[in-house]
Every structure is written in structure tokens, then in C-alpha cells.
């Protein structure tokens, strides 16, 4: 059984990155809650001051399923475009955890 991370980048709009910040933060904590996640990490680029990075890593693929499935991630993915204008996911296979 391979571990599954999501790396899911969004864009900001202008002006909207702390509102962003403060949506994920509640959604991050239920999220650590949830059976199978390993990590669930909310980071802010350096780089890019409206660029919201979220890094997430489960067990399996049951636990991205469950994840995925939550009406809680639906609500938040509803009231994303008001503050985001753009957003990409990317489901990887873990190939080397370093021994997590």
C-alpha cells in the first residue's frame, strides 16, 4: 500500500491571501483529525505573497478517498472562487518518504 500526497497550489486574489489563510486553518486542523492523514501543512510562499501552498500525505489511497469525500472540503471548495482565482492539485504516489 503506497502513501499518497496532494501538493495543491492556489492563487490568491489580490488582497486576499490572510482571508485564504484563515479558511484553510480550521479546515487544515479537521483535516490532521481525519483516519489516515499523516500530514496536512498549510505554507505561504515567500516568493509570491498571494501564492498559498497546501502539502498533504496519507496512508493510503482510503484515506485520500475519505478526505476527498468530506462535505467539509465541498464547502470549501464552494466558497474558494470568491477569494482564489486560481488553483492546482497534483496527486502523487509517494516514491520516498524518508522513512516517515
Known amino acids: 500500500m503506497s502513501k499518497v500526497a496532494l501538493v495543491v497550489e492556489f492563487t490568491a486574489h489580490e488582497g486576499k491571501r490572510d482571508e485564504v489563510l484563515a479558511l484553510l486553518a480550521p479546515h487544515a486542523a479537521a483535516s490532521r483529525e481525519e483516519p489516515g492523514t499523516l500530514r496536512f501543512d498549510v ?30 472540503l465541498a464547502a470549501l471548495k464552494a466558497k474558494a472562487p470568491e477569494l482564489v482565482e486560481s488553483r492546482r492539485g497534483i496527486l502523487c504516489d509517494m516514491h520516498d518518504d524518508g522513512g516517515l
Not at 515567500?46 to 475519505?66: D, G, I, K, M, T
Open 43 to 72: 505554507l505561504r510562499s515567500r516568493e509570491e505573497p498571494n501564492r498559498v501552498v497546501l502539502y498533504e500525505l496519507y496512508e493510503s489511497e482510503e484515506a485520500y478517498a475519505f478526505h476527498a469525500g468530506t462535505e467539509r
